[in-house]
Each structure stands twice: as C-alpha cells, then as structure tokens.
C-alpha cells in the first residue's frame, strides 16, 4: 500500500538524455525520495533524476513515505519533501520526525513559494534548511542535487 | 462508512472572555507591580529630599516654624528621613537582590512600603498639626496609590487603615478626648463639649468621610480602567492571531494560484531540457515565450504575498538591525547578473559603504525591485550603474541606481508608486511587468523611514536613488566592490549625472 508510486508513462529512453550516467558504473545508483502530491512534479522530477542515473522512489503522501521509510531497512540517500502536501504543516512536522530518527538523511525541501515559506521554519532546526522554489529546472535542481550528496562522501 | 460532524458556532469564540479574572478580583501582573515599587521608591527619594530641606531651613528659621506652630525641636524631622532612607534601602535590596519568596513578592514590598509610609505620615501629621494643616491631607495620596494597584477589598484595608491612624493621631494629641466625650454622653449638654472637641471631631469626622468617598470613587474609576485595559489586551490578542491567520491564508491562496503555474513550467523545462527529445528551433522560441510569461504571472503572485507581508510588518514592532549597505547590493547584483548577462546588460558598481538601522531582509527585497527594474527597463547593450555614496559631511546616504533604457514619462512619473501602476510603454519593453515592484519599494521605505528620489528622461534612462537620511557609520576610503567588471572611471555621481540636470521630470518621492 505504500509502496513508491511506479512510474506509468515517462518512458525512459536511453539515447534521448542528455548528462545521463552519472552515478552509473561500477557503484550502485543513488537513491532518492521524492514526495510530492502534484503527479506532474513527480513526473518531471523522476525524469530529470532517472535520466541522470539516480534511482528514484516517489511519494504520493508524506506518510506513505514516512511508513515505507520506518519500515525500510535501507533508506534513501536524499529525500526531496514538499511543505504543503495534504496539510500545510504535515511536511514541517515529518522534517522534524525524520531528522530525528534518520540524522544522515539528507533533506530538501522543494515548494512553490521558495524563501516566503521561510517564517514557518523558524524555530524548526538550528541548521540551514535548503529551500528550493519550483518549477523544477534541470540544471539548477541537478547541480543542488550534486552537491548534496557529494558532501555525503566527502 | 463514515460520518463527520461539521459546525460552525461561531458565538463563543466571539466573546471576550477573562478566565479567572473577575473585575474586582482582578490583580496586575508582578511586572506591573515591581514597576511600581520601583516608581515609588524613586518618589520617596524626593519625599527625603523635602524633609531633608525642611530640616535646613528649620536650622535658618527656626523660630518662624515655631510661630506658626510647626514643633520640629524633637527631632523628628531627622527620625522621619532616616527611617524613610533606611527604609528605602530596603525596598531596594528585597526587590533587586533577594530572591523572590513567599515572603518577599511585590505584592508584599509594596504593602511594606505604604503602611511604613503611613506610620511616618502619622508622624509627620502630628508633628505639624492634625487639625487646621493640609498635612492629613496627604493620606489621600495613599488610599489613591492603594486603589490603583490593590484589589478594591485590599484598597479598602489601607482606607481604614488611614482612618485609624488619623484617629489615633487624634488621639494621642488630645489624651483626654475619649473620657471628655465619654463624659459628654452621660452629661450631655454640660460645658466639657468645648469648642476644641468640637473641633476635633469635626475634623475627624469630615476627613474620615473624605478618604471614604476617595477610596470609593478612585476604585471605581481603577476597576473601569482594569476592565478597559483586559479588554484592550483581549482585541490586541485577537489582532494578532488575526494576523497570522490572513498570512496563512495568504500563503495557502499564493500556494494553490502558483502550484499549476509551476506544474506546467517544469514541464516546459523539461521540454527545453530536451528530457523528451530534440526540440526544433521554432518550437523552442514558442515555448520559451510561454515560460516568459508564465514566470512574470508566477512573479506576480509572489509578489503580492510579499506585499502582504511587508504591509503587516509596518503594523509590528520590528527589530531593527545594522544593516551593512555593501552586503545587501552585493547580495543583489549576485541574483541579478544572470538575467543582465543576458541582455548583455553591464552592471558596474561603486560603493562607499555605510551602514544603515532597519528592518533586516527589507532592504534587500528593495534593491533587488529597483535594480531589477533598471535592468528591465535598460536598453539592451547598455550600463546599470549602482553608486552608493555618503553626504552631507557623512550624515546621510544615498544609493543611485541609473539604468539607459526607456526611461518614465514626465506625466507618468507622480504614479509609478501606486498599486498596480504601469504604463503601457512599460508594458510593452517588459511583459512580466507585476505593477506590483515599486509598491513594494514604498512599502519597505515607509517601513524603514527612506527618501526616494527619481529622476527620468524618456528614451535616455532612470536615476533611481534610495536616501538614507540617518546612516551609523560610514567608511572613510572609497571603496570599490571587488568584482573585475567594476571600473573605476565609470563612478557615476548622482548629483552630476546627466540624467538629472536633463529636461526630464525630476521628483523627490518622500514615503514618509
């Protein structure tokens, strides 16, 4: 029941992306989370991701993420959270959950309103929570993708 | 199957309602009350300031006092002033240096402080004449003092408390009072009713009513002012929460009118990312002009919720912070670059740095409007010029923004702050044009206490420049900011720019 939504219709094709392979070859993909409640943006995100090598699991609700997340044995490398999904605090209220139980997660959040949402994170965390303001742009989203979790291995 | 109940009785929350605090019951809260002490015990400094002047003039004109019957040999001039000071003392330390206790609350201090005042009153008044002196007149003061700061049942204790220290004064002045009266009431009509008696209990009686009526309309007057005051408290709380319930109303509503826009524009970049295939030049052009306008609608829609935001910050006590003028257009320019690099726009740069008190992030909102504006309204190919200088000897600011573009008509230029205002010369050089910029640029001026003066000339370009007319510091040397496009003969004075001695409009906009 709360298994990743698969993907339907964003037929990859192999020849058609460009930067692909990234996180390719001998080591095992990355894996990232994605919720948000907008089929559109997870569609976009998982193409962006998946053309670039990444492995993406995406999430219809929050909670659907925080169960399979609870019940994983293996948890994702990156979690891209939407603020507002179902209610206007739940993504506030699982960032803080999260943290909490997976300290090595890494975590984004991703909504429309970029910086205005700010105000409701204070108080939230003592360290800098990364906001990024939609629409998804490729090349930008991937660079803030890269440095996230290049500074895992490092 | 599931069932919810809905309902929408609005009526109680409507109410005001003061748990556990009835009127008469209703106490101040201990800040109010150390506030207070503090007041009274700066007051009672002058008190011991007075005596201590009575005692110098009791030294230069002593039989004077004596003739008009003021006794002051006893030397209870010097007792009453040190007991006051020593009491004082006291106050001080109970309030300032010792934990608060059971035993020692506000509350308590207080209650010290009037009933030592009374007894040192009582003294006083004996001393310079309990009848035909102003001195009693004095415990009106205290019954006043009591009924503001006590419960009316507690200000009613000081009022008695008033009524017998005054008897008692009475009393120990004229021992033979009580027998004489008593003998009065077994023999009435005999020659022991004296005139003095008379006198006395006259006094007694007219001054014990007058405290009454004192205690009584003062605590009425106090119990009014206290449910005034709970009120006022009550409708600010409600303002409030009213507040922060139009900002997550604001946010919901700017969520759910961008959350499609931004749907549809990550597809539109997944297109010009070529995620779904090669894309032909032509279909290129029509989608990136979709996303053109499809970002000046999200642009809008941001906009107004910072509008929003910033008109409720002007109703809040911000705290104001230094705010270093440097760090905030460099902030700026590192935003903007990219969209003037691609107009082939050259933003060149001179500051002299200063640092100015306001409202943190507001000023960056503000130049990020006004130079993004400049940059939208440049001519391709052209120069924005950012200067940022101090005058008058140092003793205000200015940052002057010119931009060579299509510049504002004279006719236009007394509009350019309303809501929503742009013209269609405007229009037609920047689609994405909000009309909602400059509106925010007042607003954080108003906010922040800025002068704005612009001056345009049509087709030739804008001075835009921002006045700081208080600034904390300015630094000495001229310095330039370190970015490798800056040239140091391209500084742009503001005073001597073309722009301004040009025919153009020239209007200073005062927000404030």
């Known amino acids: 029941m709360h298994a990743p939504i698969q993907q339907q219709d964003a037929d990859k094709l192999p020849g058609e992306v460009p930067g692909s392979a990234l996180a390719q070859g001998s080591r095992v993909a990355k894996r990232i989370a994605h919720i948000d409640d907008d089929p559109d943006i997870r569609d976009t995100v998982r193409r962006i991701l998946e053309a670039n090598g990444y492995a993406v699991d995406s999430y219809q609700t929050m909670n659907d993420f925080m169960v399979s997340l609870w019940n994983s044995a293996d948890p994702p490398d990156l979690a891209i959270l939407d603020v507002m999904v179902e209610t206007m605090d739940i993504g506030l209220e699982a960032y803080v959950e999260i943290r909490k139980r997976f300290p090595g997660l890494h975590l984004i959040f991703m909504t429309s309103l970029g910086e205005e949402i700010r105000p409701y994170f204070t108080g939230l965390s003592d360290e800098w929570i990364l906001i990024v303001e939609k629409p998804v742009e490729p090349v930008s989203f991937l660079s803030i993708i890269r440095s996230r979790l290049g500074n895992n291995e490092s | ?512």
């Open chain 2, 1 to 512: 199957m599931a069932i919810a109940e809905f309902s929408w009785n609005l009526s109680d929350k409507n109410r005001f309602t003061l748990p556990g605090v009835g009127a008469n019951g209703a106490k101040l809260s201990d800040e109010v009350l150390i506030n207070n002490a503090r007041w009274f015990i700066i007051f009672r400094w002058g008190v011991i300031g007075v005596l201590l002047l009575f005692q110098v003039f009791a030294l230069v004109a002593s039989d004077e006092l004596t003739k008009i019957g003021i006794t002051h040999q006893q030397g209870w001039p010097l007792a009453v002033t040190l007991v006051l000071f020593i009491a004082n003392v006291i106050y001080i330390q109970a309030l300032d240096f010792q934990r608060q206790t059971k035993y020692n609350s506000p509350a308590i201090n207080i209650w010290a402080q009037i009933i030592v005042d009374l007894l040192c009153l009582s003294v006083v008044v004996h001393f310079i004449g309990s009848i035909a002196s102003p001195a009693p007149f004095f415990y009106v003061l205290h019954i006043a003092l009591a009924c503001i700061f006590f419960s009316t049942l507690e200000s009613l204790v000081v009022a008695a408390l008033v009524c017998v220290m005054y008897a008692t004064v009475l009393l120990a002045e004229h021992p033979l009072l009580l027998m004489a009266s008593g003998s009065t009431a077994t023999d009435p009509g005999t020659s022991f009713l004296s005139p003095l008696k008379i006198n006395i209990f006259l006094w007694m009686f007219t001054l014990d009513v007058l405290f009454i009526i004192v205690w009584y309309v003062v605590s009425r007057l106090a119990i009014v002012v206290r449910i005034h005051e709970h009120h006022l408290v009550e409708a600010y709380e409600e303002i409030r929460r009213a507040q922060v319930e139009k900002d997550r109303y604001a946010v919901l509503m700017t969520h759910q009118l961008k959350a499609p826009l931004d749907a549809i524009r990550s597809k539109i970049n997944l297109i010009k990312g070529e995620y779904c295939g090669e894309v032909p030049p032509e279909i290129r052009e029509v989608i990136s002009k979709i996303d053109y306008r499809a970002s000046g609608m999200a642009g809008l829609i941001l906009d107004v919720l910072k509008l929003e935001r910033l008109k409720a910050a002007a109703r809040d006590n911000n705290a104001r912070e230094q705010i270093n003028i440097e760090t905030v257009i460099r902030k700026c320019i590192d935003k903007l670059r990219p969209i003037a690099n691609s107009r082939h726009i050259d933003v060149k740069v001179s500051v002299r740095d200063f640092t100015v008190e306001g409202i943190p992030n507001q000023l960056e909102i503000l130049f990020e409007n006004v130079i993004s504006n400049a940059i939208a309204y440049s001519y391709d190919n052209t120069t924005v010029e950012i200067v940022a200088a101090v005058e008058g000897a140092g003793s205000y600011g200015i940052v002057t923004v010119t931009d060579h573009g299509i510049g504002i008509g004279e006719k236009d230029l007394p509009h350019i702050f309303d809501e929503y205002f742009y013209t269609p010369r405007a229009a037609v050089h920047n689609r994405t044009s909000s009309g909602i910029g400059l509106s925010i640029v007042k607003t954080v001026a108003e906010n922040n206490k800025l002068q704005i003066r612009i001056s345009s000339e049509q087709n030739v370009g804008t001075a835009f420049s921002v006045i700081f007319p208080t600034i904390i510091s300015g630094s000495i040397p001229e310095t330039e900011m370190h970015q490798p496009e800056v040239l140091s003969s391209h500084l742009v004075n503001p005073q001597s720019s073309p722009l301004d001695s040009g025919k153009g409009g020239n209007e200073l906009a005062s927000t404030h």
